[in-house]
């Protein structure tokens, strides 16, 4: 009980940091936020900024980081008899309710830049890289196969990755904003039906 409630503290303290992050970057520009500015926002220690990140960019992006590790436990969790692409969309789909609703122009701009950020560049491909292993480690003990002999686990999740990165592109590129939710699904969606055409 304790080391349950110890962790639940510790991601609490994560999660603010990089929601700090995030929101500083968004508001000031990504050069014009310090370790500093953002352990002060969210009411810890640099010391303690130091046990969770090794700089700003990481902090930025946990967010995306363990919102991929969340959908890789999210696939496992899934009912054992429940068809693998079914499980699959809504592993992916379930972390993003949050995303229903089309976000504030402003805001969304701040975040393209932030993101799109030559200095940020690789924490996003480390995202992307975490997401498509914790598929793949999922969809490798859901399918029975060895994750080390089989590559389809990989070239499934490398898949996903790669329509759930497309639909991200076409959210920040909307114009007016809309959400994002919608365009993963149908991202997914047109995965599928690709997919069964192609065989």
């Not at 993101?115 to 995202?127: F, H, V």
């Not at 047109?190 to 997919?195: E, G, I, P, W």
């Amino acid at each position: 009980m304790v080391s349950g409630l110890r962790e639940r503290k510790k991601l609490a303290v994560r999660r603010a940091l990089s929601s700090a992050a995030v929101r500083l970057a968004v508001e000031r520009g990504l050069e014009n936020v310090t370790i500093e500015d953002i352990t002060a926002e969210a009411g810890v220690s640099v010391r303690t900024f130091g046990n969770y990140f090794s700089g700003k960019y990481e902090a930025i992006c946990a967010t995306g980081t363990d919102r991929a590790r969340r959908i890789g436990a999210e696939l496992l969790a899934r009912p054992a008899g429940e068809p693998l692409w079914e499980a699959l969309v809504f592993a992916v789909l379930a972390h993003y309710e949050a995303a229903d609703r089309a976000p504030d122009r402003e805001w969304l701009a701040g975040l393209k830049l932030v993101l799109s950020a030559p200095a940020i560049r690789g924490e996003y491909l480390k995202i992307n890289a975490e997401m498509q292993q914790a598929l793949a480690e999922a969809i490798a003990v859901r399918t029975g196969v060895d994750l080390g002999q089989d590559m389809y686990p990989q070239i499934l999740a490398g898949a996903v990755t790669a329509a759930s990165q497309v639909a991200v592109r076409h959210w920040f590129a909307a114009d007016p904003p809309v959400p994002l939710r919608p365009l993963l699904r149908r991202a997914l969606d047109q995965l599928a039906t690709a997919c069964s055409e192609v065989v």
